[in-house]
């Protein structure tokens, strides 16, 4: 007997509208270790590295973003934590 496969869904929750890259929608080409301002909208209140899926980076940017917080951490323009 042959069992016809069914796919799963997920359950939608309304209408999502899709997240941008901030960097490729203002045309930026590289993300800067000195504008902490700007890199403190990519760390949670933890001062983690928020994901991709949560900052609708691209993988190029989100790349970048990590690069320069470390650095900005690095100098001590940013924390390590916030504890």
């Given at each position: 007997?042959?069992?016809?496969?069914?796919?799963?869904?997920?359950?939608?929750?309304?209408?999502?509208?899709?997240?941008?890259?901030?960097?490729?929608?203002?045309?930026?080409?590289?993300?800067?270790?000195?504008?902490?301002?700007?890199?403190?909208?990519?760390?949670?209140?933890?001062?983690?590295?928020?994901?991709?899926?949560?900052?609708?980076?691209?993988?190029?940017h989100?790349?970048?973003?990590?690069?320069?917080?470390?650095r900005?951490?690095?100098?001590?323009?940013?924390?390590?934590?916030?504890?």
């Amino acid at each position: 007997m042959a069992f016809a496969k069914r796919r799963r869904t997920r359950p939608t929750s309304g209408n999502r509208r899709r997240k941008y890259c901030y960097f490729c929608k203002e045309k930026i080409e590289e993300v800067d270790y000195k504008d902490y301002n700007l890199l403190r909208r990519f760390m949670s209140e933890r001062a983690k590295i928020r994901s991709r899926r949560t900052t609708g980076a691209c993988r190029r940017h989100q790349r970048q973003i990590a690069v320069a917080v470390k650095r900005a951490r690095e100098v001590a323009l940013l924390p390590y934590s916030n504890r």
